[in-house]
């Protein structure tokens, strides 16, 4: 009977959520022109990168522009060329005005940290110059890049390397369709190590503990989560990376973008200071997105505690159920995000978190909201039943977006419960009042309880 339920229910949501679209229109959009962008390894410090298209323009504005690095690591090749920011955006142009189809930049290989953006290379510490790359720093528009979605063309080229990317792998030369906010791909001596459920480039420079965790907990995490879903059509492509860097900076980073996941490390002392509880909760974070798909993509930045929340609240789940430590941990690890969250909340809405810099709400608060929901819903779910209702309203062509998981979870919560969560998830700050019945209603207990049979860990 519990099945029938949730079956029954979600085809009620989405009946109503399929209507709504077809009476406003689906605002489909179509490609862009394709740009051709040829990257080519010179040596292990440079790279060169041509722009051709098959029409001339008078400028090209870089996709993205996370601050001034480029000015600093990228130079023409030609004088005729300059790369300047216009309205806080990178652009390219000739130096006298004049239409152009083809330019080259050479680009020096460092290692950077940018703001809440991808790392343009992330070398491997043990792997004779190995580098991955994220193609997204490279992506041009012959306008200001609002209108999307838009393709690019993108071959790459290093002589005897392997070159192993979302598509497979290759030795000297690669190409493919790029789009969105491009993909990480590896150049280099090593080759990939492919398993039953992944493929992967490791980092032979890695911590000895930190690379065993990645050989048991990595095949654990995505076997556990690929219970929970659909079975994938391609294995996860995971690279695991370490730079030492300088002495006195020390950290991670992760991402996923287009079936493959992104871990980088870095730091001296990385083998002294490793927490595996940390460790472990930043892995399934990144391994939960990966199996997030299409409907992380949501349209603005604001709603960015959609998928880094349910990301956190996934972790949280898997290890709540591995052992009574983890379990303990888990449970510190809540109580922490429940008091970050409170104290941020009194100064900074979630809907204004990204302008004002207060990306980790988007983590904090995003957990307890999605707790919130599945614990408070009309008939209780499991956070992967809440993701699965989210990814059918996708999947039945809805835009991944605040209003469409707000349609999915307003016929699920009752509708008091449903206004404290429009409050938190607003641009103005919610009373407080309302911050404490939100808190109070996102208790974390680590049981995995259903009304679903079959959906437990196997």
């Given at each position: 009977m519990a099945c029938i339920d949730l079956v029954s229910r979600k085809f009620?949501?989405?009946?109503?959520?399929?209507?709504?679209?077809?009476?406003?229109?689906?605002?489909?959009?179509?490609?862009?022109?394709?740009?051709?962008?040829?990257?080519?390894?010179?040596?292990?410090?440079?790279?060169e990168v041509v722009y051709s298209l098959d029409k001339a323009v008078s400028s090209l504005h870089l996709h993205a522009t996370p601050d001034q690095s480029r000015a600093e690591f990228w130079k023409a090749k030609s004088d005729e060329f300059e790369l300047t920011q216009l309205a806080g955006n990178d652009v390219i142009r000739r130096t006298d005005g004049k239409l152009f189809q083809t330019v080259v930049f050479v680009v020096e290989v460092v290692d950077i940290s940018l703001p809440n953006y991808y790392r343009p290379f992330s070398p491997l510490y043990k792997s004779k110059n190995g580098l991955v790359v994220h193609t997204g720093q490279y992506f041009v528009c012959t306008?200001?890049?609002?209108?999307?979605?838009?393709?690019?063309?993108?071959?790459?080229?290093?002589?005897?390397?392997?070159?192993?990317?979302?598509?497979?792998?290759?030795?000297?030369?690669?190409?493919?369709?790029?789009?969105?906010?491009?993909?990480?791909?590896?150049?280099?001596?090593?080759?990939?190590?492919?398993?039953?459920?992944?493929?992967?480039?490791?980092d032979p420079g890695l911590p000895t503990k930190l690379k065993a965790m990645l050989d048991t907990q990595l095949p654990m995490l995505i076997d556990r989560l690929g219970n929970k879903f659909e079975a994938l059509k391609t294995k996860p492509l995971v690279f695991a990376t370490y730079n030492r860097g300088a002495p006195e900076l020390?950290?991670?980073?992760?991402?996923?973008?287009?079936?493959?996941?992104?871990?980088?490390?870095?730091?001296?002392?990385?083998?002294?200071?490793?927490n595996e509880s940390d460790e472990l909760w930043f892995i399934a974070h990144e391994i939960a997105h990966f199996y997030q798909s299409q409907e992380s993509a949501v349209d603005v930045d604001e709603a960015a505690w959609i998928h880094e929340g349910f990301a956190e609240l996934m972790a949280a789940e898997l290890l709540a159920q591995t052992n009574e430590e983890l379990k303990s941990y888990v449970q510190h690890r809540y109580k922490e995000a429940s008091e970050d969250c409170a104290t941020g909340l009194k100064v900074t809405p979630i809907g204004k978190a990204t302008d004002l810099k207060q990306?980790?709400?988007?983590?904090?608060?995003?957990l307890l909201l999605h707790q919130f929901i599945s614990q408070n819903a009309k008939q209780k779910l499991t956070?992967?039943?809440?993701?699965?209702?989210?990814?059918?309203?996708?999947?039945?062509?809805?835009?991944?977006?605040?209003?469409?998981?707000?349609?999915?979870?307003?016929?699920?919560?009752?509708?008091?419960?449903?206004?404290?969560?429009?409050?938190?998830?607003?641009?103005?700050?919610?009373?407080?009042?309302?911050?404490?019945?939100?808190?109070?209603?996102?208790?974390?207990?680590?049981?995995?309880?259903?009304?679903?049979?079959?959906?437990?860990?196997?």
């Open positions: 009620l949501i989405f009946a109503l959520l399929l209507f709504n679209q077809l009476a406003n229109g689906s605002g489909a959009s179509t490609d862009a022109d394709t740009v051709h962008i040829q990257l080519t390894q010179i040596n292990a410090k440079k790279f306008d200001t890049c609002a209108i999307t979605p838009t393709a690019w063309q993108v071959k790459v080229t290093a002589i005897n390397r392997n070159i192993v990317h979302y598509q497979g792998a290759s030795v000297s030369s690669a190409s493919w369709k790029d789009r969105d906010d491009g993909r990480s791909f590896y150049l280099g001596p090593i080759a990939p190590i492919e398993s039953e459920n992944l493929i992967a480039i490791i020390s950290g991670f980073q992760g991402g996923v973008l287009n079936k493959t996941v992104f871990i980088h490390w870095w730091g001296l002392d990385l083998g002294q200071r490793i990306f980790d709400l988007h983590y904090k608060c995003g956070v992967f039943e809440l993701w699965d209702l989210y990814r059918t309203a996708i999947n039945l062509g809805m835009k991944p977006s605040k209003q469409t998981y707000l349609d999915v979870v307003k016929e699920i919560l009752r509708e008091d419960y449903f206004l404290v969560l429009q409050a938190i998830t607003g641009s103005e700050l919610a009373p407080d009042e309302v911050i404490r019945q939100f808190l109070k209603g996102s208790s974390f207990t680590g049981k995995t309880e259903s009304n679903t049979a079959g959906v437990g860990f196997r």
